[in-house]
Every structure is written in structure tokens, then in C-alpha cells.
């Protein structure tokens, strides 16, 4: 049985004080919230304050993105190690606005994969395809070239640590969700794909959420869909009562 898991992606969002309202609100609000992985991704200014509220409670931390190296002159830039010294035990790789906005090749998540394994940290891989490749009918290619570039030489072991997320662009941020049959084709796509790469038992224990305008209202029909495990939520997940109805499924 795989454990849904709910992602809240703050992405550059919230003061320190805004977040630390919100993660105590949250943290009241999941009490008693055993059958479902709650995970925060606030900004990184943020992760150290996060940290301290969420000890001893049963949500996650992770962070929204990393460097590759250990460590090294790369400016600006955080690491996979820096991020465990924190408390994080996630970390949300090659969202699309990192890919559009940054440049992030499937080469680069790639070596960010790794590196996450190498230190611990759970990787939450983003795959999803754009409005015009959608209308175009390249989608799965798009999403299995995403998939086959971003987990080249990974091992059934350290797959096994991995949450896949299915992102369709075109849903991100724009309050058109994939109805939940467009979703199920993907989700149940990805696993077909991860069953290629890691055999069949491994894919069926992979959790592979769904994310784009997620929201309350439209939570408890896609998790009604066989491959779908969970999402990962944007804006939604920035007010503590609405990423909380989410996780209950919009109870
Ligand atoms: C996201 O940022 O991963 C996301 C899915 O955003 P939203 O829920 O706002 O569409």
C-alpha cells in the first residue's frame, strides 16, 4: 500500500513571521493526521525557523530546490548536506519554473537526484508537459524523456526513496486542474515507465502525486483515481485551513 503523500510548495513566498503563523497553524491543524505524509517546502530563509516548530511534529520539511555539488564556489546557491544540517528531509527537483524561468536542463536534475540520494534527502521529481505539447499530442513522449533523462543510472534501490510528481504546466498556477481522468492517463503512464525502468513490484510502491490547481474542492476526485498518490499543492497550500482541507480531502 503506498502512502499518500501532500506536498504545500510556498515557492517566493511569505515572510519569516508569515511563516512561522502559518506553519504553527498547519502544525495545530495536522494534529492526529497519521494515514497521510504531510511535507511544507517554505522559502530556504525560512527552513531553520520551520524546522524548530515541526520537531516532534509529523510533517515533513523540505526544501524547493539545490545545488548538485556537496559543496563549492557556486554563489547563491545551497546544497544537499546544508539542506540535512537544516532538518530537511525532502527536496522538490526540477519543478517547471525552475526549468523555464532557470534554464534546468534533465541533465541537471539529474545530477540533483543524485546528489539528494547520496545525502538522504527524498527527491520529489517534477515531470509535466507545456499547453502547446498538450494541444500537440507530445505529451507522454515529453513526459517520457523527462523521466528517462532525469532518472538515467539510478538504481530500483534508491528509486525506491523517490516521489514522482506529475505537473502538467498548463495547470500550474492557472486554476485549470487536469480533470482526473487526464491525470490518471499520466499517473498511470508514469508507472508504467517506472516499471520499465525498475521492474514492475518497485513502480507499483512508487508514489507519484499530481500537482496544478490543486485545491479543496477538486482534491477528493483525483485521489479517487487509482494511480494518483497525492499532490503537490502551490497556491492552495499557502493558507493553513486550505492546504489542511486539502489533506483531508477537502473535508
Ligand atoms: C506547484 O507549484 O507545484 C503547483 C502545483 O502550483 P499550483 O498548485 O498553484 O498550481
Avoid at 506536498?7 to 513566498?13: H, I
Avoid at 492526529?32 to 524548530?52: C, D, M, Q, S, Y
Avoid at 540520494?117 to 513522449?141: A, H, M, N, Q, W
Avoid at 499557502?238 to 489542511?244: C, I, K, Q, T, Y
Wanted: hydrophobic share 40%; charged share 30%.
Amino acid at each position: 500500500m503506498r502512502k499518500p503523500i501532500m506536498g504545500g510548495n510556498w515557492k517566493m513566498y511569505k515572510t519569516a513571521r508569515e511563516a512561522v503563523q502559518t506553519i504553527e497553524d498547519l502544525r495545530e491543524r495536522m494534529e492526529g493526521v497519521e494515514e497521510i505524509e504531510v511535507v511544507v517546502f517554505p522559502p530556504f530563509t525560512v527552513l531553520g525557523l520551520a524546522e524548530k516548530i515541526l520537531r516532534d511534529s509529523s510533517i515533513g520539511l523540505g526544501a524547493q530546490n539545490m545545488h548538485w555539488e556537496a559543496g563549492g564556489s557556486y554563489t547563491g546557491e545551497i546544497s544537499a548536506p546544508m539542506l540535512v544540517d537544516l532538518g530537511c528531509r525532502y527536496v522538490i527537483l526540477g519543478h517547471s519554473e525552475r526549468r523555464r524561468y532557470f534554464g534546468e536542463s534533465d541533465e541537471r536534475v539529474n545530477k540533483k537526484i543524485k546528489s539528494a540520494l547520496t545525502f538522504e534527502l527524498i527527491p520529489v521529481v517534477c515531470v509535466g508537459e507545456t499547453l502547446k505539447e498538450r494541444k500537440e499530442g507530445s505529451f507522454k513522449r515529453v513526459v517520457e524523456t523527462q523521466l528517462n533523462l532525469c532518472l538515467k543510472g539510478i538504481g530500483p534501490e534508491e528509486a525506491e526513496r523517490m516521489v514522482i510528481a506529475y505537473e502538467p504546466v498548463w495547470a500550474i498556477g492557472t486554476g485549470v486542474t487536469a480533470t482526473p481522468e487526464q491525470a490518471e492517463e499520466m499517473h498511470s503512464f508514469v508507472r508504467e515507465l517506472l516499471a520499465k525502468l525498475f521492474g514492475e513490484d518497485l513502480a507499483d510502491s512508487m508514489r507519484i502525486q499530481y500537482g496544478g490547481s490543486v485545491k479543496p474542492q477538486n482534491i477528493k476526485e483525483l485521489m479517487r483515481e487509482p494511480d494518483i498518490d497525492g499532490a503537490l499543492v502551490g497556491g492552495a497550500s499557502l493558507d493553513a485551513s486550505s492546504f489542511a482541507r486539502i489533506v483531508k480531502y477537502g473535508e
